[in-house]
């Protein structure tokens, strides 16, 4: 590692080879023409050295000391042993705490809650065991720019062998202790099949957890810390059943998803979750856990309706429920 004193140096050699330039403002003859050549090869490798050095002296910070570094590459030596003391340890106390605890959860998230990192709370939940690159933990992490890179810009930022330590984590199971196994998710359709293959079993509960949960109340929500009070009075108010039903603005057409603002956002105008802003749009097993849904009248839950009617639809193969004033 070089030092900031090397750095200095290295300045100042920068500094005395220009000037030398300046003393001799036109050199004429090959010989001059030749040392100018080797003075601005010197001059550059300075450059590099100096923001090289430049580079590594910032790496030393008090966040992220050379012997966590080294601490963090042995770790990651068996990174099926990493559990969330480690990650905590390493870089949600250092870098993340003083936005997303308990009291203070900035963007309705918690870091300092396993259950609310892994589980989720109200609302979303932020590492999905075994898969970093579906993780907004990890993700928020490599994002470039943008509000959603975290930590925050003008805060103090992670090194790289810190970001390999979230995502050999996420992607080694998220485990609260290293002894835990945690399932390996399913595929989504794996999931969502047993609502595909009975869609009048579909209620608000399930479109809410695998729906709305992770991709929309983060701003079209009371809870969330983005709501703007706008876009929840004249767009859409997802808090709820009776939010999204309510008599100014009702985002959801009971049997009708053509009709249903949300569909249309989501699935034919793709305009939600807002791509421009970096957001993915929702997964096609979603879209259809969603329509299916509406198709079935929207119901609240499913236990207060067994009884309701169910017929074939003539237009697809699968069972619907006629729902009220249709
Ligand atoms: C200085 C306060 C602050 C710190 C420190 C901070 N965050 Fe954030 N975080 C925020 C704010 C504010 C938002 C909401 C950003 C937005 O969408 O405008 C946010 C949003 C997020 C999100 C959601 C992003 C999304 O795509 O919706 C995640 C995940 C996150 N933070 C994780 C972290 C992690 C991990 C750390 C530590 C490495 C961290 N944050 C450090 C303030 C902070
Ligand atoms: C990052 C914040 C954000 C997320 C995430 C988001 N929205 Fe929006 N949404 C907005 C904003 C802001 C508006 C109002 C401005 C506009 O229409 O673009 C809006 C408008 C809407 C509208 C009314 C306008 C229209 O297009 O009909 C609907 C319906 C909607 N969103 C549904 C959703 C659904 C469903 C999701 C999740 C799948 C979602 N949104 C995710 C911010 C968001």
């Known amino acids: 590692m070089i030092s900031r004193s090397a750095f200095r140096a290295a300045f100042a050699s920068v500094y005395v080879a220009m000037s030398m330039f300046k003393s001799k403002p036109k050199p004429k ?64 106390e250092k870098y993340c705490s003083s936005c997303h605890n308990e009291k203070d959860r900035k963007d309705n998230i918690n870091v300092m809650n396993y259950d609310a990192l892994v589980k989720g709370g109200v609302t979303r939940s932020i590492a999905v065991p075994y898969n970093a690159n579906a993780s907004l933990i990890y993700q928020s992490l490599i994002l470039p720019t943008g509000r959603r890179h975290m930590p925050p810009l003008d805060q103090p930022q992670l090194q790289k062998y810190q970001i390999e330590l979230v995502r050999a984590w996420v992607d080694n199971g998220a485990k609260e202790k290293s002894d835990m196994v945690t399932p390996t998710p399913l595929k989504l359709s794996e999931e969502l099949r047993v609502y595909f293959e009975n869609p ?109 009617r169910l017929e074939y639809d003539p237009n697809s193969p699968e069972k619907v429920r006629l729902c009220e004033g249709q």
């Open 200 to 308: 009048e079993s579909i209620d608000y509960s399930v479109v809410q957890e695998y729906v709305f949960k992770n991709n929309c109340t983060k701003c079209h929500s009371e809870h969330s810390e983005q709501a703007e009070t706008e876009v929840l009075a004249n767009s859409a108010n997802l808090t709820n059943y009776k939010t999204i039903f309510n008599r100014f603005n009702p985002v959801v057409v009971k049997g009708v998803e053509e009709e249903s603002k949300i569909f249309k956002a989501v699935a034919i105008r793709q305009s939600m979750p807002p791509v421009k802003e970096g957001y993915e749009l929702l997964d096609g097993n979603l879209i259809k856990l969603l329509r299916l849904w509406i198709l079935n009248c929207a119901i609240e839950d499913l236990e207060v309706i067994k009884e309701d």
């Open 29 to 92: 003859s090959m010989l001059s023409q030749t040392r100018q050549y080797s003075s601005c090869l010197a001059i550059l490798a300075l450059v590099i050295m100096s923001s090289s050095a430049c580079h590594s002296s910032h790496s030393n910070d008090d966040t992220g000391s050379s012997s966590d570094q080294q601490k963090i590459s042995q770790l990651l030596e068996s990174p099926e042993s990493l559990d969330y003391t480690h990650i905590k340890t390493f870089v949600l």
